[in-house]
């Protein structure tokens, strides 16, 4: 069995910088894309970020130049720093991660985390 589990988070003031960290666990072989959703009320959830095992990032271009996403594969952890962070910025944010169990490739999410950004 395969686990996400985000910490970070919370409430900050525009401009701030917050952290999310999530970590993999379980039976794992191998960790391929990891990366950051996120879902605003009443909207979709969205791409914020991902990184492949070989540290190729892709960022959403609301986040560009302001988040950086980063990995330890050793460690089958994601981090995301957001800078300078907005009011729109405000929503649950996902950890997720392309995981191989064995030989069969899953698509897992974590529990969720609330960023809430005051104007």
């Known amino acids: 069995q395969v686990q996400l589990v985000e910490s970070g988070g919370g409430l900050v003031q525009a401009g701030g910088s917050l952290g999310l960290f999530c970590a993999a666990s379980?039976?794992?072989?191998?960790?391929?894309?990891m990366g950051w959703y996120r879902q605003a009320p009443g909207k979709q959830r969205e791409l914020v970020a991902t990184?492949?095992?070989?540290?190729?990032?892709n960022y959403a271009d609301s986040v560009k130049g302001r988040f950086t996403i980063s990995r330890d594969n050793a460690k089958n952890t994601v981090f995301l720093q957001m800078n300078s962070l907005k009011p729109e910025d405000t929503a649950v944010y996902y950890c997720?991660?392309?995981?191989?169990?064995?030989?069969?490739?899953?698509?897992?999410w974590g529990q969720g985390t609330q960023v809430t950004v005051s104007s």
């Open positions: 997720n991660a392309k995981i191989v169990v064995i030989t069969t490739l899953r698509n897992y």
């Open positions: 990184i492949t095992s070989d540290g190729s990032t």
């Open positions: 379980g039976s794992i072989s191998s960790v391929n894309t």
